[in-house]
């Protein structure tokens, strides 16, 4: 059964970082592209980031660029998110998905281009 889980949420000051990590099983990783979305309560679900297949290209929502780090490590069938210089504005709720292609589509960010979900993990970000 496929299956992604997202954990390393939680509560973060400002200015502080968090790595969040998305734990697959029931399918080959290391064939597919990855991607982090967010959404806060109100708000549409946002491309954050995707990464390839090997982990070779890589690609960011401008308001994350710098700020946010994926990588993944198909030996332990694992995609990470590292968020650093976390804004208020950043808390939402972070969701790991798997593409239906190894590479991002142009239009990484469209949910559509996702087949798979996990069920996410809260960001809080407040002093």
């Known amino acids: 059964q496929l299956q992604l889980v997202e954990s390393g949420g939680g509560l973060v000051q400002p200015g502080g970082s968090l790595r969040l990590s998305c734990t697959t099983s029931g399918f080959s990783l290391h064939y597919y592209a990855m991607a982090w979305f967010r959404q806060a309560p109100g708000k549409e679900r946002e491309g954050v980031s995707c990464?390839?297949?090997?982990?070779?290209?890589?690609n960011y929502a401008d308001a994350m660029k710098g700020r946010f780090a994926i990588s993944r490590d198909n030996a332990k069938n694992t995609v990470y998110l590292q968020l650093s210089a976390l804004k208020p504005e950043d808390a939402a709720v972070y969701y790991c998905?798997?593409?239906?292609?190894?590479?991002?589509?142009?239009?990484?960010?469209?949910?559509?281009?996702?087949?798979?979900w996990g069920q996410g993990t809260q960001v809080t970000v407040s002093s």
């Open positions: 990464i390839s297949n090997s982990g070779g290209s890589t």
């Open positions: 998905a798997a593409d239906t292609a190894a590479t991002c589509e142009p239009d990484w960010y469209d949910v559509k281009n996702y087949a798979a």
